[in-house]
């Protein structure tokens, strides 16, 4: 059709002249105005179809007169468009020899087909791909609409979501003998179930298919005889977001994990082979447990609401094991992941491994060492905070020496330890990207081979100097060595991240007519180590100036510098020569002044200095003039007070009292003051018989310096000993307070709380017959003398100055 137009278009202009010369001007000027409109509007037309290469493409298709009869003889790859607005496909469009040359044929977004003829396929005996996809009406294709393309090795179906596998089971019998790659993606379940059975085999029987994608489909039930005679020769298997029912009397490890399938997709699918794949408790591994599988994706088989904490330990018989290169168990819910095993056998194949989007808060170090090849890992979207301050976290990658790759984005780190990478010298890539760093200091002087560190969206507000230092020796030591360009790391890492990509190599089966290719500026990866730190909160100040000149000025290469900004002031400003001069100029100001205020601050501090050594000598020797006048005031013969120390405790607790305390004590005040005088009153060996309880309490609390109360669960239920502690406040006593441990002091009187409240205290336990006292019963009885020794200083000080009134302040000391 595109051809046909341009002799139209030959005969309307030949046509308008001649008419020019017979009508007048403006009878001319409006025919010429309507060919016009008829050239461009056939130009129009021919303008849907379009040339790039070997590949021609034609969009729009809104009739069947809009298919081209005729391509150029060049064309390889056609690829068709169509709108909703077809009901039909047309018959015999591709029998011009100009077609007999084309190898693959697109035919898209039939959207109001429903039917494909027998005999539409006419002319395409050379055809090796056919995709007749997104045509959402389809609903019945005739058998032997394949008999003129025999030659096709991979067909696709995909989203013809009307489409029956019934009528495509009759359409492949005994049909396309090459055909290696099948892909029915989201193709039409019949009562809620599409059956892989007998029907489905028969169809396939002698077609050697390598390839099959049946992903995105409601349900599938598999019968055995498609496990053991299909899907056990297939290459490629993608039941992706499927619910698959595999037959319950099967094998499930021998006969179908284990078979030739290289490329295994589970992704979000429903099933419960995350629970079969990795399951608790201790396993003897035989060499068919593992799958062949080159790439194996159970991404999401598990619901991520419900966090699976995985522990197992793994007993090898043998090492014929066989894992895959590629595992993606990303979205999966897994929240502790601990794998332990016994034995040499050790996952040599592994390279790339994604544990991405689970909840998991542990990982350890023993899962990744079983895998020592492992170049790429995915640890992002996780919560790896919760063990940032394990051991454990810095010894994570220790057995990984060829890792290359690691992606720890969004795990709400708040640091990592310094030797979070020490031993992995391969190192290319670490994205910490997306975290909560404040701080971060990791130790790269191993790591030469480091081309780029992601710190976007942290909160940074600098790097550290030995961090800076870091870089700079990196990237001199990249300098001056010959960097080699690496192929290989990237295909790895496209792979990684777009796992079409792997379907794609099996797209023809293994005598794959097309491979993934790559630009040269992606083939490799670039030469110096590259920083990204946009989107933190770096702070400009005098703090930080030097960060900031090391970011402007040195030979660093930080992604987009231009973009960077910083906190000044209160404001937030663009980084840039400009404001580095105004911060320069703050701080040499600053500086000036700091000097200043120094001087003026060290003579200052020098003269307070000086006081407060004054003053604390002074306070030092008051200290022991009080304690020497107390010592002879003791050793006089007539002394104005009795006792030192008055000991308050509750009856129930006098056997406690009279082992530990009261014998500790005793002795440390004969030794301190050198006397064999009694200075320890109790109420047990001091109280007068006969006289009033009340009255006794207060005699033996006036004649005392300091209140020892002995507290206890039992002491704060007895009146007599809560009625010691009022008096005790009454007369202005001292208090020192020795409480038992754990002591539950809530419903004790306002009095005792007050006491508790504004006096440090001696605690102490009796625990199986060993009583135990903090501090040590020295420190304790110090307290005590130095506050008998204040009491006394206050005695004295108000006995001189009221002589007339020393009786009433014998009974006031304080």
């Known amino acids: 059709m595109a051809f046909g137009m341009k002799g139209i278009q030959t005969s309307l202009i030949s046509n308008a002249s001649e008419t020019f010369d017979r009508q007048g001007k403006v009878w001319r000027l409006i025919m010429y105005v309507s060919i016009l409109l008829t050239v461009l509007s056939t130009c129009e037309a021919n303008s849907t179809c379009t040339v790039n290469g070997i590949h021609y493409i034609c969009k729009n298709i809104a009739t069947k007169t809009d298919f081209p009869l005729v391509i150029p ?140 994608d049946i992903s995105r489909v409601k349900s599938i039930i598999i019968k055995q005889a498609i496990v053991q005679e299909l899907l056990a020769n297939l290459k490629y298997l993608n039941l992706s977001y499927s619910a698959p029912a595999l037959p319950t009397e099967m094998n499930i490890d021998a006969s179908f994990l284990s078979q030739n399938i290289e490329v295994f997709d589970l992704t979000g699918m429903q099933y419960t082979m995350l629970n079969y794949l990795i399951k608790g408790g201790e396993r003897r591994i035989q060499n068919t447990d593992i799958p062949k599988a080159t790439y194996v994706f159970i991404q999401g088989v598990n ?46 194949e592994l390279e790339t491994l994604n544990l991405a989007s689970n909840n998991m808060e542990y990982i350890s170090q023993d899962v990744l060492s079983i895998f020592p090849s492992l170049q790429i890992i995915d640890l992002s979207n996780n919560h790896l905070n919760n063990m940032q301050d394990m051991e454990d ?61 992601d710190l976007r969206r942290n909160r940074l507000k600098s790097f550290s100097a030995s961090m800076m230092v870091q870089f700079e020796e990196l990237r001199w030591k990249q300098n001056t060595k010959n960097s080699t360009k690496t192929y290989v790391t990237t295909v790895l890492l496209k792979q990684f991240q777009d796992k079409n990509l792997i379907g794609k190599r099996y797209r023809y089966g293994y005598n794959a007519s097309e491979d993934i290719e790559f630009e040269e500026s992606q083939s490799s990866i670039q030469q110096y180590v590259m920083i990204n730190i946009l989107e933190n909160r770096f702070v400009c100040d005098c703090d930080t100036l030097v960060f900031m000149e090391w970011i402007l000025f040195k030979t660093i290469d930080i992604i987009n510098k231009t973009l960077l900004s910083c906190k000044y002031g209160n404001n937030e400003k663009m980084l840039n020569n400009e404001l580095l001069q105004m911060l320069q100029t703050d701080c040499q100001l600053a500086s000036s ?28 020797d ?48 004969h030794e301190t003051f050198n006397t064999e005088r009694d200075l320890v009153c109790t109420g047990e060996n001091d109280f007068v018989p006969g006289l009033l309880i009340i009255e006794e309490i207060h005699r033996c609390i006036n004649k005392s310096l300091v ?87 206050e005695y004295r000080r108000q006995h001189l100055i009221k002589p007339a009134e020393e009786n009433l302040l014998l009974e006031d000391i304080v």
Not at 599 to 618: D, E, K, P, Q, Y
Not at 744 to 770: E, F, K, P
Request: charged share 20%; proline share 3%.
């Open 707 to 793: 209140v020892v109360p002995v507290i206890t669960p039992e002491f704060l239920q007895s009146d007599w000993s809560q009625e010691e502690c009022v008096a005790a406040v009454e007369r202005h006593k001292r208090v020192v307070i020795l409480m038992k441990r754990h002591t539950n002091t809530s419903g004790a009187t306002v009095t005792i709380q007050h006491l508790i409240g504004q006096y440090t205290r001696g605690t102490w336990s009796d625990n199986g017959g060993v009583f135990d006292i903090r501090p040590s019963w020295n420190t304790i009885c110090e307290g005590i003398i130095r506050t008998a020794s204040e009491a006394f200083r």
């Open 622 to 669: 008051r200290r022991n003039q009080d304690f020497d006048n107390l010592k002879q005031e003791i050793l006089k013969e007539n002394i104005h007070f009795e006792s030192l120390v008055f000991l308050s405790y509750c009856s129930r607790d006098a056997q406690i009292v009279d082992e530990n305390i009261l014998p500790s004590l005793n002795r440390y005040i």
């Open 73 to 212: 003889t060049n064309i390889r790859k056609v690829t068709l468009m169509g709108t909703n607005e077809l009901a039909s496909f047309p018959g015999e469009r591709f029998n011009h020899p100009t077609w007999a040359n084309v190898l693959e044929l697109s035919i898209l977004e039939f959207t109001n087909i429903e039917h494909i003829k027998e005999g539409f396929l006419i002319g395409l005996e050379q055809l090796k791909f056919l995709s007749i996809s997104s045509c959402t009406y389809l609903y019945e294709i005739d058998q032997g609409i394949f008999l003129s393309t025999p030659n096709v090795e991979a067909l696709h179906l995909d989203g013809d979501t009307r489409l029956n596998l019934s009528r495509v089971e009759t359409a492949l019998t005994d049909k396309l003998i090459n055909l290696r790659y099948l892909s029915l993606i989201g193709i039409k379940a019949v009562k809620q179930h599409v059956v892989l059975e007998d029907t489905f085999l028969r169809a396939l029987r002698g077609k050697n298919l390598t390839y099959l």
């Open 303 to 348: 619901n991520p609401d419900t966090p699976v904490s995985v522990n197992v330990r793994l007993r090898f018989k043998n090492c014929g094991i066989k894992v895959p290169k590629m595992l993606d168990v990303s979205k999966s819910g897994l929240k502790h992941l601990n794998i332990s095993y016994i034995g040499i056998c050790l996952g040599h």
């Open 393 to 453: 976290f810095s010894n994570t990658f220790t057995k990984n020496k060829d890792l290359e790759i690691v992606f720890l984005r969004n795990n709400h780190l708040t640091f990592v330890p310094s030797n979070l990478f020490f031993y992995n010298s391969k190192l290319r890539i670490i994205d910490l990207s997306e975290n909560e760093l404040v701080y971060f200091n990791l130790n790269l002087y191993s790591a030469e081979n480091l081309m780029l560190i």
């Open 593 to 620: 002044i700091s000097i200043g205020v120094a001087s003026s601050i060290a003579i200052i501090i020098s003269i307070f200095t000086f006081a407060i050594t004054i003053r604390l000598r002074r306070k030092s």
